[in-house]
């Protein structure tokens, strides 16, 4: 059984969800700076100056690939925890050196938009069982649904397959893991007003881009050739999954029925796609209510992901 006593009240029935919302090509998404992914901060700068670096060294040389090149030093950089705090600035998580999948996710997000690509991210309420094999002594505990945020960027379409451009050893940590202080909600993350499309943003225009979920930034992945599919139990997260396998929501027909990558079967609701996760939370809530992030982020907040629960 899955708990619905941590989860907040969530209106689903608005127009967005009931059939009527915008299609998706029609959501805007945005280069611009928001509560949650606070991008002119100075360790996200730092962070993007590191990504130019080591993308110019490499020969990336397409967003694609710097994107490649980001996730790689995530990976190594900001250590997989359960946190629950999805509003959490991606300042903080820099800060921190430790994320859930949704942080990391945002950070990524935050470089994409230093580097003047657009995201926006798709609103996914994803069934709790699916974290079943992360908390098998403690499924009481696990809410009936997850809210998750899934990141897609607007890319040239000329910006096609780069090979090998993946996570490498090289990219180590960015520090030790400094105290943590309080990690509570941040107040200040309320709207952000017209997240609008950004006139100076790199893209070519609609009929030479398009938008590329984050599952897609590593084309050519399959499942039998990378290991299997995503499991989502152990020390891999969907963060580090997508540069591996194929993870797909939606049973395109490469991985329909029972293959590794089909995760729809866990797929409870599309809630449409939104100009930044800032819009999506405000909308929707976050996964837990606050009296449940409030005694859970303490816990969950430091449990590596893989840990023994």
């Known amino acids: 059984m899955t708990s619905r006593l941590l ?27 928001t509560p949650i992914l606070d991008r002119e901060h100075p360790l996200v700068t730092a962070l993007v100056a590191r990504v130019l670096r080591e993308s110019e060294a490499r020969g990336a040389v397409t967003d694609r690939a710097r994107l490649q090149v980001a996730h790689g030093i995530l990976v190594t950089a900001v250590r997989p925890v359960y946190s629950v705090e999805d509003r959490r600035r991606v300042s903080r998580t820099l800060r921190l ?104 943003d790199a893209s070519t225009g609609a009929d030479e881009s398009a938008w590329v979920p984050i599952a897609e930034l590593f084309t050519g992945l399959g499942p039998a050739e990378h290991g299997g599919g995503f499991t989502n139990s152990g020390a891999e997260t969907l963060f580090e999954a997508v540069a591996r396998t194929t993870v797909d929501w939606d049973a395109p027909a490469a991985c329909a029925g029972s293959a590794p990558c089909d995760l729809s079967a866990h797929l409870r609701t599309d809630l449409g796609r939104f100009s930044s996760r800032d819009e999506l939370f405000d909308l929707h809530g976050q996964t837990l209510c606050r009296p ?9 907040g430091r449990w590596s992901a893989g840990a023994a629960a």
């Open 7 to 33: 989860m907040p009240v969530r209106t689903v029935l608005t127009d967005r969800t009931r059939g009527a919302e915008a299609p998706a090509g029609d959501v805007p998404g945005s280069t611009r700076p």
């Open 97 to 200: 050196g430790r994320g859930s999948c949704s942080q990391r996710m945002a950070v990524l997000e935050a470089v994409a938009r230093s580097l003047g690509v657009e995201t926006r991210v798709r609103g996914l309420l994803v069934d709790g069982t699916f974290w079943y094999p992360r908390f098998p002594k403690l499924r009481a505990f696990v809410p009936e649904e997850v809210l998750l945020a899934w990141p897609e960027f607007r890319l040239d379409g000329a910006d096609g397959p780069t090979g090998a451009d993946g996570p490498t050893g090289a990219d180590g940590p960015t520090g030790a893991d400094g105290p943590t202080g309080a990690d509570g909600d941040n107040g200040a993350d309320g709207p952000t007003g017209a997240d609008g499309d950004n006139g100076a």
């Open 292 to 300: 449940a992030r409030t005694l859970a982020e303490p816990v969950l």
